[in-house]
């Protein structure tokens, strides 16, 4: 029969590769990842405290040992809150650590009662798993794909239950043990739940940091880091579907294309930086004036683009005229003084059958014969 020693230090080895691990996610900044690390490491600190049970002091080997474990438990918890961007911590977890601590000293020196002991510990961790368990469920980012939170949901509900049932198996008496490292199936059974939780909890944050990471990614591809607006690349992506959608549904769809006027000359007079600023606040002022179900995205330099679907020319002329009066007749403070600009939009409604740079194209006349007419104005094709 495998003996518990030897389970508790594979487990220490487990602990330890998953610290490597995690310490190598550590600059990426990632919210969370120094409670994972900070877990592994007060795990590997428990379990040795547990090794030395018999050879030290049961303050070491028994109470700091439990109550070790379960902080570290509670650390994987709280850093999993943090990830998910939930800002109060789990007081009634904490709490929760507390009455253990009383509860082991208790049932160590005041009414020695190894059962006990091991029904409380239990019924914490399998109260922290659970959770867990309804946290990765409950705020999981619905942006984001469902598999690395669900795996880490799945994961820790079956350690729980595994918990739970340790708790009822030793609450009830249906199995008598002295000490944690007795030989017997139903302890190697039990402390084999050792081996598992460490490498599934390991495994399951690493797959979050990673989904956090991908999502890092996809945003640099496809968001423009100056102004928020989409990247061309995906401006032209949802182009391509919100025409193919106006196809199969015989609505209009209508792109307009938007260019800052005499934007060199602002850059110029007020420097690059100034530039920026223009920048940043004409892509917050059209976003946030545009309406729900409308993209809009950055093409490159000062040039903006704005897809209307279920939108004719005309509609998409209205809007997109009051925005350039509103903006006209605005004093932005966010901007150096005395700095104005207007901008000049094209715009042209999707004809039957044609690809998206055709119409692309067209809008893209209108924006030049607006510029010759003097700028600060809207036409279409």
Known sequence: MINPLTILVVTVLSSAMSMAVLGSLWRAVIPGVGYWISASAVAIVALLAFVSQGHASPWLGIVAANELLAVS?????????????????????????????????????????????????????????AMLAVMMVR????????????????????????????????????????????????????LALGILATPSLSIGVVMLAHDRLAERLERLANVDE????????????????????????????????IDIDSFKAVNDR??????????????????????????????????????????TAAEAVSLLDRLR?????????ELPRGLKYTFSVGVDQHRRDELLAQLMARA???????????????MTA
């Open 73 to 129: 438990l509670l650390l994987v918890v709280e850093g999993c809150a943090r990830f998910l961007g939930r800002r109060t911590r789990p007081w009634a977890a904490y709490a929760g650590a507390l009455a253990v601590l009383f509860c082991i000293i208790y049932w160590t020196f005041t009414v020695p009662d190894f059962n006990a002991r091991v029904t409380v510990v239990s019924a914490y961790h399998a109260l922290l798993y």
């Open 139 to 190: 705020h999981r980012p619905a942006n984001r794909p469902r598999y690395s939170y669900y795996f880490l949901a799945v994961a820790a509900l079956l350690l729980g239950v595994g918990h739970a049932s340790r708790g009822i198996f030793y609450g009830f008496g249906l199995v008598l043990q002295s000490n944690l490292l007795q030989v017997s199936p139903s302890n190697v059974a039990f």
């Open 226 to 257: 100056l102004t928020g607006a989409l990247s061309r690349r995906a401006f032209l992506a949802a182009g391509d579907a919100l025409l193919n959608a106006a196809r199969r549904t015989r609505s209009p769809m209508t792109m307009a294309i």
């Open 270 to 311: 007020y420097g690059h930086a100034a530039g920026d600023q223009v920048l940043s606040h004409f892509a917050a002022f059209v976003a946030g004036n545009l309406r729900v179900g409308d993209v809009f995205g950055r093409l490159g330099g000062e040039e903006f683009g704005v897809l209307c679907p279920a939108t």
């Open 325 to 333: 009066v509103q903006l006209a007749s605005a004093a932005p403070v």
């Open 364 to 378: 893209d006349g209108a924006l030049y014969a607006a510029k010759a007419s003097g700028r600060d104005r809207v």
